[in-house]
């Protein structure tokens, strides 16, 4: 549903992960072969990618000041997990955070997260209001009050659902 560009950085890591599911038409793609291999998930870590992906939509629910969808595994929890490592650039001793193995998504996503935050882009990272949709968007508005992934259909929906309230 998703009419926005794809988020900053590795953050796009993140908003593609949750977006492998449509709530709206229960389609997940990490039901895919060719879904779990765009994430590196073998068939053994399917259970522990969902588990990430809906940690992660909750977070970014609450990033859009939405309660979580359901109960999940608190996302702290989840990404405690990881393991990284520091890395500095040799040329301009900058440092990041990066995983240890560039192979667990868990690692991946830690780190993607952990730029973020140096970046302050984290919590611009959203899910969609609209209880059908929950679709991950980077909410680039001027304010960061962002409150569907698209305007032109949950906003559209949105509106309409109120406006046929009225009558």
Same mark, same amino acid.
Request: overall charge neutral; charged content about 25%.
């Given at each position: &549903?998703?009419?926005?560009? $794809?988020?900053?950085?590795?953050?796009?890591?993140?908003?593609?992960?949750?977006?492998?599911?449509?709530? #709206?038409?229960?389609a997940?793609?990490l039901?895919?072969?060719?879904?779990?291999?765009?994430?590196?998930v073998?068939?053994?870590? +399917?259970?522990?990618?969902?588990?990430?992906? #809906?940690? +992660?939509?909750?977070t970014?629910?609450?990033?859009?000041?939405h309660? $979580?969808?359901?109960t999940?595994? $608190?996302?702290?929890e989840?990404?405690a997990?990881?393991?990284?490592?520091?890395?500095?650039?040799a040329?301009?001793?900058s440092?990041?955070l990066?995983?240890?193995d560039?192979?667990?998504l868990?690692?991946?996503?830690?780190a993607?997260?952990?730029q973020?935050?140096?970046?302050g882009?984290?919590?611009r990272?959203?899910a969609? #209001?609209?209880?059908?949709?929950?679709?991950?968007y980077?909410?680039?508005?001027?304010?960061?009050?962002?409150?569907?992934c698209? &305007?032109?259909?949950?906003?559209?929906?949105?509106?309409m659902?109120?406006?046929?309230?009225?009558?």
């Open positions: &549903m998703n009419d926005r560009s $794809p988020a900053p950085g590795g953050l796009a890591l993140v908003q593609s992960l949750v977006n492998t599911l449509d709530i #709206e038409t229960g997940d793609s039901d895919g072969a060719e879904g779990r291999a765009r994430f590196g073998p068939q053994s870590g +399917l259970e522990q990618a969902r588990e990430l992906r #809906e940690s +992660l939509r909750a970014l629910l609450a990033h859009a000041g309660p $979580p969808h359901g999940v595994t $608190p996302l702290g989840l990404l997990r990881a393991h990284l490592v520091v890395t500095v650039d040329g301009d001793g440092a990041a990066a995983p240890a560039e192979g667990p868990l690692s991946r996503v830690v993607a997260v952990a973020a935050l140096v970046e882009t984290w919590t990272l959203k969609c #209001e609209a209880v059908d949709c929950h679709w991950a980077y909410d680039r508005s001027p304010a960061g009050r962002g409150r569907w698209s &305007m032109q259909v949950c906003g559209a929906r949105a509106k659902r109120r406006y046929r309230a009225k009558d």
